[in-house]
């Protein structure tokens, strides 16, 4: 057996052989785990609703077991006598096999972290799909993180080479400031949450129902079907105006009667108006009030609630409300004013009398 104790490459072929051995041994001890273990975690959460069991059966499979493969392989090989060279050689391909796992985990707890919190916080999943645009820039920094890192354990200076992305940030950041404001905004509509997908907003001059919300630009689709591309930098300068977050909508308007309407009625008029509100579930009475004697009419300023936010909803209660109003003066004789002339005449006992007539509008 002369031939096991020979030497190769400074190490003997018993060496070797213990080392292979180990490396297979060691793989089938991981290979057996993964199958029992990951096959039990994924028998017991079968039954789960949430993510995060697969999350972290995803994490031990992709991540933590490869990298347990390499780990033990390098051990195991450093443990013969190698040749400097290529025991760099080894080190380096380690630390950025290391990194590039790393990195790639850190990027996938993130997302799978921020993804659980905003289920558990009930956003739709609309809004859990705009999380991409952020963390596309999460990766992005955790890769440059990683990669300088990489470069300072093997052994080069990184002071300069963050010292030149510095200066080439300055150059970027000033070359492309109109795509860092539409970025900056983004993160401000996402996390300010001014408007979200399915709202009708207005915006300036502009409205519509938003159908898109991307980095650079939101889309909104207008009343009358057309698509408007909007920068989000501008969007967040101006006055938003979201209808889908009413809670309800607020109805002012006003009746005006005529001057032949007795005092005692002009009295009444509010009770009638806020007994005609009261009958409906879905409207709140606030005031009525007599407003202002103008030059052809007594003004009466009314002002309820409607508790909804849907247009339709608003706009029948006020039509019922105000034909109900109709029948009511209709009811008592109270005639709504016109433009009218009042002339004041005396019978044949000289008792004077009022009689109206129509202004001619021509």
């Known amino acids: 057996m002369d031939i096991l104790n020979n030497v190769y ?26 199958h029992k ?17 697969d999350i972290l059966i995803k994490t031990i499979q992709d991540y933590l077991l490869p990298f347990g493969y390499l780990w033990i392989n390098y051990i195991i090989i450093n443990q013969l006598n190698l040749h400097p060279k290529f025991d760099r050689i080894l080190s380096a391909a380690l630390m950025v096999i290391t990194t590039y796992y790393g990195v790639r985990l850190i990027n996938y707890l993130v997302c799978g972290v921020l993804t659980i919190y905003m289920e558990r916080k009930n956003e739709p999943q609309e809004r859990i799909r705009q999380l991409n645009g952020i963390l596309m820039v999460v990766k992005a920094i955790v890769w440059v993180m990683g990669i300088i890192m990489l470069i300072d354990n093997l052994g080069y200076n990184v002071r300069t080479i963050i010292a030149g992305l510095g200066v080439g940030g300055i150059a970027i950041a000033l070359a492309a400031q109109n795509i860092l404001g539409d970025l900056f905004s983004y993160l401000v509509i996402f996390f300010d949450k001014p408007f979200e997908v399915g709202d009708f907003i207005i915006v300036g001059a502009h409205a519509g129902i938003v159908e898109k919300i ?25 006055v938003i105006q979201n209808y889908k977050r009413l809670q309800r909508r607020r109805m002012v308007f006003t009746i005006s009667v ?7 009625t002009l009295k009444e008029i509010p009770g009638i108006i806020k007994e005609i509100v009261d009958k409906y579930e879905m409207v709140t009475f606030d005031r009525a009030h007599l407003k202002t004697f103008s030059e052809h009419s007594i003004t009466y300023e009314i002002v309820y609630y409607i508790n909804s936010a849907e247009f339709p909803v608003f706009m029948n209660s006020h039509q019922s409300v105000s034909i109900d109003i109709l029948e009511a003066f209709e009811k008592r004789g109270i005639r709504f004013a016109l433009p009218t002339t009042v002339i004041r005449q005396a019978d044949g006992n000289g008792k004077l009398f009022a009689q109206e007539q129509l202004v001619n509008q021509s």
């Open 37 to 53: 273990v990951i096959a039990g975690i994924k028998k017991r959460t079968q039954s789960t609703a949430t993510q995060t069991d």
């Open 214 to 238: 991307g980095i650079k630009t939101s889309h909104v689709r207008s009343l009358d079907g057309q698509q408007l591309v909007m920068p989000n930098a501008e969007m967040v300068k101006t």
């Open 258 to 264: 005529s001057y032949l309407t007795p005092a005692h």
């Open 9 to 34: 490459w400074g190490n003997t072929v018993t060496a070797y052989l213990i080392a292979a051995g180990s490396i297979i041994v060691a793989w089938a001890v991981l290979k057996l785990l993964r």
